[in-house]
C-alpha cells in the first residue's frame, strides 16, 4: 500500500517514454540516453579484428567487442584462443629430448628465448638473443627451405 | 546476569558453533557473550577488504586462525575494473605478522598479491597449513618459492584461476624433502612450458605426500607423465590432469588406463587440455565413482562427450562447452539422474553465428530429467519465455540461475517478445532462488516480478536491461535478502539509487558502469551516507571536470566501518564530506 504510494511517486516524477522521446525531460537527461544509445547500439562492422576493446565512447564500437560481454572469465578466454596453436620442435645440444613449444602461446622474442630457458633449464638465451656478438652462443632456426637463420631478423607476426 | 555459566564452559560450547551467522548471533546476546566469543573465535570471513581494516579486525578477534578476504568485485573477473584498482593484501599480511602467530589459513579473492606478502606469510606464521589463492594477480614463482620453501607443514595450496607470472626456477624443488603434509595443491593455472627438472620434482613431491587427495595439474604436465604420477598418489580423490594429448601409442594408452583404475577413490576430474577423443576411454573404469566432471577446458566434440559423461552414472557436477549441444544434453538427462550443478560455457562466444546446436531445448531436457538440478549457469544464443515457464515449473529447487544469452537485449525468438514473463516464473516458482543473472530483453516488468517474489534472492546480475529508474526501484525496494547486486548498461539512474540509500547499507555491494548515474548523485549520495564508501571510477579524468549531471563511467558502492580507502589509484574518486568540500 505504502509501496504504491511511493511507484505512483516515483512514476509521476520520471519520464517513462521510449528512449529517444523528447518530451519535457531536460536537455541534458536527454543528452545522457544519447550517449548511452551510441555506446551499446552502435551496429560498427562485423569484422571481429577490430582492436577497440577499452574505448567505450568511441562511434565505431563493434557489437562484438562490448568490454567484459559476454561475462566470460579472462581466465577462460585465454584458453578458448587456443585455435592459434603453431607447435614448433626445439632442440638443444646435448639434451637427450627435444621439446614442443606453442609459438601461438608467446608474444615476441624475449618472451620466446624466456622460454627457451624455461624448457632446458639454462641461461643465456636473452642474452644471446639482445647482443649476438658478446655471446658464446646464438638461437638459429631452420626454416621451411631447410636453411639456418639467425633468431630475430623475422618480425614476429 | 549472576546466572551464566564460567567462562570455560560457554567458550567450550561456542567451540561447536562454527557457521559465522551463529557466531555473530552469540555476539549479539549480551556483552560477556560477545567478550567471551571474540576471544574464541578462530575462523573469519570478508566479503570485502574494505568494508574493515586489519587493526579492527585484530582489535575485535585477537586469536584468529584462519581468515578469509574478498578484494575486486566480481565484474573485475570480465575486465570491467580497471587495472590498479585496489584489493591489496599486503597491509593485511603486515599487520596479521605481526598480530597472528599462530595463523593457520588464508584464503583470498580477486586481490593483488606480492612476492613480499608471500614471503612474509612463509616467515611469519610458524604452523601454517592452508594457503588459497582464487582469481588472484601480482605474484610470481619467486613468491610461491617461499612458501614452499618455508612452510613446514603445508597442507593446502591452492592457486586457482590466479594470473602468477611464471619465471622459470623450478619452485617445486624448494620444497623440502621433508615436506610430506600436502592434502591439496592446485597448480592448473600456471604455464604451459616446463623444464624436464620442474616436472620431476612434481613427482618426487607427489611421490612424498601420502595425504594428498587433490592434485590439479597445470598444461605443461604431459600425458605420458600422468601414469607415473597417478601410481604414486592412487589415495587422489579429485584429479586435475595436465594436457591430454599425445602421439597415439597403445602402451602410453593401456599404461594411463591402468593408472586410472588403480585410483578407486577418484571423485572429481578435470583438465583435459587439447583432449583428443580417442584417449578418453582410460578414464573409463573410475567414471561410474565420479561425481564431478569439469570438461570446460577441452575441445571434445558432442558424440565423444556422449560417450564418456553416460559412463558417468553418478554424476552431481558437469561444466562443459557447448559443443555438449541439445543432443549430448538431453542424454546427460537421461543419464546422469543425481545432477546438481550444469555449467555449459561458449566455446565462440565472439561468432556472430552460433557454431553450435545448442538451445533452450537442452536446458529444457536437463531441467525435465535431472530432479535435483538446482544450479545453473548457460551460455546459448537464444531462448523463449515458454522454455523459461517449463523450466521454473519443472525445477522449483533452482537456488542459482545464470542465463546469459549472447547477444544482449536478444528477445523471444518465437514471439519477439521481451523475456520478462519467463524470468517472472522463475523467480515466481523457484522460492529458494538466492542467485539470479538475466539476460535477453527486458523491460521493468521483469524487475517488478523480482521485486515481488525474488525474496530470498543475494545476488543480482543485470546487463542491457530495463527501461527506466523504477527497474532498480523494484529491485532495492522489493528484494529483502539482496546483498550483491551488480548492473551494467542499463538507463538506471539517481533517482531510484537516492530514494533506496538505506537500504545500500543492507548490502555487501553495488555495482553500476554504464549506466545513468550523475557525479552530483554520488556526491549526494556519498554525503548523506557516511558509513557508504561511494566510488566514482572514471578513466575519463576527473568527474568534476564534466557538468555535475553527466553520467560517471562506473559506480562502487559499499559499506564499511573503515571509512574512505587511502590506496586509490588517480581514476578512483571516493564521494565523501571532505570531497563534497573541495570541490564546491
Known sequence: MSTRGVEAEIITELRLGLPGNSSSGEKNEKKKKRVFDEMVNDEGNSSCSGNERKNENTEKMNKAQVVGWPPVCSYRKKLIQRDNTMYVKISMDGAPFLRKIDLGNHKGYPELALAFEKLFDCHGIREALKDADNSEYIPIYEDKDGDWMLVGDVPWE | MAYSFPVEVLEHIFS????????????????????????????????????????????????????????????????????????????????????????????????????????????????????????????????????????????????????????????????????????????????????????????????????????????????????????????????????????????????????????????????????????????????????????????????????????????????????????GLEALAESCKNLQELRVFPSDPYAMEPNVTLTEQGLVAVSEGCPKLESVLYFCRQFTNNALFTIAKNRPNLTRFRLCIIEPRTPDYITLEPLDAGFGAIVQNCKELRRLSLSGLLTDRVFEHIGTHAKKLEMLSIAFAGDSDLGLYHVLSGCKSLRKLEIRDCPFGDKALLANAAKLETMRSLWMSSCLVSFEACKLLGQKMPRLNVEVIDERGPPDSRPESYPVEKLYIYRSVAGPRLDMPAFVWTMDEELALRLS
Open chain 2, 16 to 327: 561447536f558453533i562454527d557457521s559465522d551467522n551463529d557466531r555473530n548471533a552469540v555476539s549479539l546476546v549480551c556483552k560477556s557473550w560477545y567478550e567471551i566469543e571474540r576471544w574464541c573465535r578462530r575462523k573469519i570471513f570478508i566479503g570485502n577488504c574494505y568494508a574493515v581494516t586489519p587493526r579492527i579486525m585484530i582489535r575485535r578477534f585477537p586469536e584468529l586462525r584462519s581468515v578469509s578476504l574478498k578484494g575486486k568485485p566480481h565484474f573485475a573477473d570480465f575486465n570491467l575494473v580497471p587495472e590498479g584498482w585496489g584489493g591489496y593484501v599486503d597491509p593485511w599480511v603486515l599487520a596479521m605478522g605481526r598480530a597472528y602467530p599462530f595463523l593457520e589459513e588464508l584464503r583470498l579473492k580477486r586481490m593483488v598479491v606480492s612476492d613480499e606478502a608471500l614471503e612474509m606469510v612463509s616467515k611469519s606464521f610458524k604452523n601454517f597449513k592452508v594457503l588459497v589463492l582464487s582469481s588472484c594477480e601480482g605474484f610470481t614463482t619467486d613468491g610461491l618459492a617461499s612458501i614452499a620453501a618455508n612452510c613446514r607443514n603445508l597442507r593446502e595450496l591452492d592457486l586457482r584461476e590466479s594470473d602468477v607470472e611464471d619465471l622459470g626456477g623450478n619452485w617445486l624443488s624448494c620444497f623440502p624433502e621433508s615436506c610430506t603434509s600436502l592434502v591439496s595443491l592446485n597448480i592448473s593455472c600456471l604455464g604451459s612450458d616446463w623444464s624436464l627438472q620442474s616436472l620431476s620434482a612434481l613427482e618426487r613431491l607427489v611421490g612424498r605426500s601420502p595425504n594428498l587427495r587433490r592434485l590439479r595439474l597445470n598444461r605443461a604436465v604431459p600425458l605420458d607423465k600422468l601414469a607415473n604420477l597417478l601410481r604414486r598418489a592412487p589415495q587422489l580423490v579429485e584429479l586435475g590432469t595436465g594436457t591430454f594429448s599425445s602421439e597415439l601409442r597403445p602402451d602410453v594408452f593401456s599404461n594411463l588406463s591402468g593408472a586410472f583404475s588403480g585410483c578407486k577413490e577418484l571423485k572429481a576430474l578435470s583438465g583435459f587440455w587439447d583432449a583428443v577423443p580417442s584417449h578418453l576411454p582410460a578414464v573409463y573404469t573410475i567414471c561410474s565413482g565420479l561425481t564431478s566432471l569439469n570438461l570446460s577446458d577441452a575441445n571434445i566434440q558432442s558424440s565423444d562427450l556422449v560417450k564418456l559423461i553416460s559412463e558417468c552414472q553418478n554424476l552431481q557436477r558437469l561444466w562443459v562447452f557447448d559443443y555438449i549441444e541439445d543432443s
